[in-house]
């Protein structure tokens, strides 16, 4: 069981940056392959970027490829996410989560945190 717990999030400029934090316990977390989702309101959960467990294989969303970067310190049981030239449409609910597998797909992600709001002001 591992528990995940996200910060960071917050009210930010159209252009601005915000970095995400996603803490986790309770597991081994260098087993897991970690994702960033984010949910808007009246949408579906989206996915945003995952990295392997190694850190080296990051993958992205089309729509934040080149603004966002993901990472993961094994040694400190964290994920981050790097946000830069931050949108409206950026706006959303963001979720970190464990997988098995290398994955995009919300289905495969069995860990997850409660969430922090992001909010992109144009």
């Known amino acids: 069981q591992v528990q995940l717990e996200e910060s960071g999030g917050g009210l930010v400029q159209a252009g601005g940056s915000l970095r995400l934090s996603c803490a986790a316990s309770?597991?081994?977390?260098?087993?897991?392959?970690m994702g960033w989702f984010r949910q808007a309101p009246g949408k579906e959960r989206e996915f945003v970027a995952r990295v392997d467990k190694s850190g080296r294989v990051p993958r992205y969303a089309d729509s934040v490829k080149g603004r966002f970067t993901i990472s993961r310190d094994n040694a400190k049981n964290m994920v981050y996410l790097q946000m830069n030239s931050l949108k409206p449409e950026d706006t959303a609910v963001y979720y970190c989560?464990?997988?098995?597998?290398?994955?995009?797909?919300?289905?495969?992600?069995?860990?997850w945190g409660q969430g922090t709001q992001v909010t992109v002001s144009s």
């Open positions: 989560a464990a997988s098995g597998s290398y994955s995009s797909q919300v289905r495969d992600y069995v860990f």
């Open positions: 309770g597991g081994t977390f260098s087993t897991y392959v």
